[in-house]
């Protein structure tokens, strides 16, 4: 619908892409439907009791505190326990007056945007990348340096290009579990990677949400742990404990922490109360790494019925990831198969995943489809992969129907 | 601290200006400082047990639901509560669709601004306005062009000058007890600001956070009921309910609603979903209106004992403000008085309050004041005022002394 006001956004705003994957998850959301759309974490898992007795807790002992309005970087004893529990995980020396709440990654995503890009900005990302990220970058006007990602991690002599033939504001990236790829840098690209930010005076800001849910093979440390005067470091609760939450924090060098915290308080003025008193009554009282390792064991099972089901059910032309965590692996379909079509007529038979276009800020990945195993019970993840597996049979029927025709 | 990362800071960034609030606001939480500084609401009168209850129902009931993902545009229910209200009280017919959930005002300050404003555009503000407001916004370069706020609202025929003359984006207006001023818009200019709008096209953000907290007078309609295709009416539950929920709304013409939700959506995905479900089982389950009485009895009382206060300690010839709502009264010194000097002396002596320049988009208002009343009690409130007073008669004299120099 249009209207006389249509005229006055601002050329920021129309930047934003049109959201492809808001319609699929609408559709997503429908009773029946089976989804491998969204990147939800599994309720199954969520600690409501405890979060009920911290609740009942803090707000009767605490309540003129919480209820009030609060600091901008967020409660002082919430960033002393992240700050610890990534001190003692990686032997860093974090500190707390460098740690800023947020309301959920996204918002550091937005927000780091605002500090950074001036129109026409270059930022280095992946190919392909969250497209939240996409979204939330492309409301600063930015031109998107977009480099390989391969099953290590990027193509780092095309970032040393970038940086060599552009001047990129920063580098995008997610080493750990890729949304939407799976994908995982090794070590070695850790390190490669953080040896261009210090030789090019390159920020990167580190993604990392699915930190904490590795089911296979070794932790290895941010990137962050290798060069910190150069990273943004990004972490969430949403997958740790429950995105309902809404709470992440951004770990930031010491001189850009009060750039932050007033472009954030800009923006919203302070995080969640009630929230950060909550969340931090839990992980003080209640078991946080018995709780991760329910939900790690979780997701590998998951993770390994869509693997069988997908070598069952799909055409054995199909390449995937193979994720050792997150919530999240990738298919990559023989070039002639549309995966927007493709989704289109899963849906109609009860099955939604989101085509891979919307990761690319390119174009490319028509062929690509993001899959999340995280919260769909098994059963149901054979019986959504088989309708995919039945609907890409068609296709590829009527594909050599039409080129014969 | 300067670093290398300094010179990479965004254009709209460094437009955001230094915060010499944030400062005093530091200052102000000091313990046994007597602050009429901050924008507090009253903590004596937060719903703790009867939220603490809400919380337990609802994270134990429905906390797979409230912990998850949710929708960008807030809590269905919520909405309809809302939208049902205000109906009730204007005649209004605001459908829940058009209602979107923020985290607090401050938010829907910052996306609106992201909306509409390309750097060089207009936008009209009050003189003084809610510094909030010109933060948001000053994070998207726009010219301020602002109107003299009378003790009945804003002159009118500035705001037709500026339609006519300039292209302004939007007028951002706070009708109802205004921050900093506590000034009240009389029925007559709300219905000459509404046929503007008509007249030019003109959008209003009608910020209306103190909607609920009138605690003299008369009810007078919000703009938006005037002109309801022209009017973004924005709420807060911070000042009805806790600011720790972190949660407001936004009551939108049809057409820009979905909008919005996109820019909010790439701003930070959803609102808290956890402080939605608490609030809105509050609302429904408890009584509201009764809280609301207690509410505006105890601002009306401090507000009095305010009044009373600076007729008594401060000089006669200050002028200040009468309001019937909200938390804030306006003080206008002397010419020959420096706010922000006077601030600072005030301070060794254990009160703070803001100086007034904070809320001008062109410098002025150097000998103006801002005056909390509804987080300080009655006796720290004449104690606070005498302390100001006594600063003050010693201001003068020195500026003599400096004279007779």
């Not at 939330?136 to 990027?154: E, I, Q």
């Amino acid at each position: 619908m249009k209207n006389l006001f249509d005229t006055k956004f601002s050329g920021n705003f129309q930047n934003i892409p049109p959201s492809f994957i808001r319609e699929i998850l609408n559709i997503a959301n429908r009773p029946n439907m089976i989804s491998f759309a969204g990147g939800l974490p599994n309720a199954d898992y969520f600690p409501c009791n405890e979060l009920a007795v911290s609740a009942q807790e803090v707000i009767c002992g605490q309540g003129r505190a919480l209820l009030q309005y609060a600091g901008s970087q967020g409660f002082l004893p919430l960033r002393e326990w992240i700050a610890g529990r990534y001190n003692d995980k990686y032997g860093l020396q974090i500190k707390p007056e460098n740690v800023a709440i947020t309301h959920g990654s996204q918002q550091t995503l937005d927000i780091t945007a605002k500090m950074f890009l001036n129109p026409g900005d270059e930022v280095i990302v992946e190919k392909p990348t969250y497209l939240g990220a996409i979204q939330a970058m492309s409301g600063y006007l930015p031109r998107f340096v977009a480099v390989d990602l391969f099953n290590d991690g990027p193509d780092i002599g095309q970032v040393e290009t970038a940086c060599w033939e552009k001047t990129p504001k920063y580098m995008y990236g997610i080493p750990n579990f890729q949304n939407p790829s799976g994908i995982c840098y090794s070590r070695k690209k850790r390190e490669e990677l953080a040896v261009l930010l210090k030789k090019y005076g390159l920020l990167l800001l580190e993604d990392d949400p699915y930190n904490e849910v590795r089911f296979a093979g070794i932790d290895t440390p941010p990137v962050f742990c290798y060069a910190p005067e150069n990273v943004l470091w990004s972490g969430s609760f949403s997958k740790m404990v429950a995105p309902g939450l809404r709470l992440g924090w951004l770990i930031l060098p010491e001189t850009l922490t009060p750039h932050f915290v007033k472009a954030k308080q800009s923006t919203d003025l302070h995080p969640n109360n009630l929230s950060q008193y909550i969340l931090y009554h839990y992980l003080t009282h209640f078991d946080i790494d018995e709780h991760l390792e329910k939900i790690r064991k979780a997701y590998k099972r998951q993770c390994n019925t869509m693997k069988e089901m997908i070598r069952k059910y799909l055409p054995e032309e199909i390449v995937m990831t193979n994720p050792e965590g997150g919530m999240f692996l990738w298919l990559t379909l023989p070039e002639s198969m549309n995966a927007e079509k493709l989704a289109y007529r899963c849906i109609e038979k009860g099955v939604a995943f989101v085509p891979g276009k919307s990761f690319f800020t390119n174009g490319e990945g028509s062929n690509c489809i993001r899959m999340n195993f995280s919260n769909t019970p098994d059963n149901l993840i054979e019986k959504g992969i088989r309708i995919m597996g039945e609907k890409m049979a068609l296709f590829c029927k009527k594909d050599q129907l039409i080129s014969i025709d």
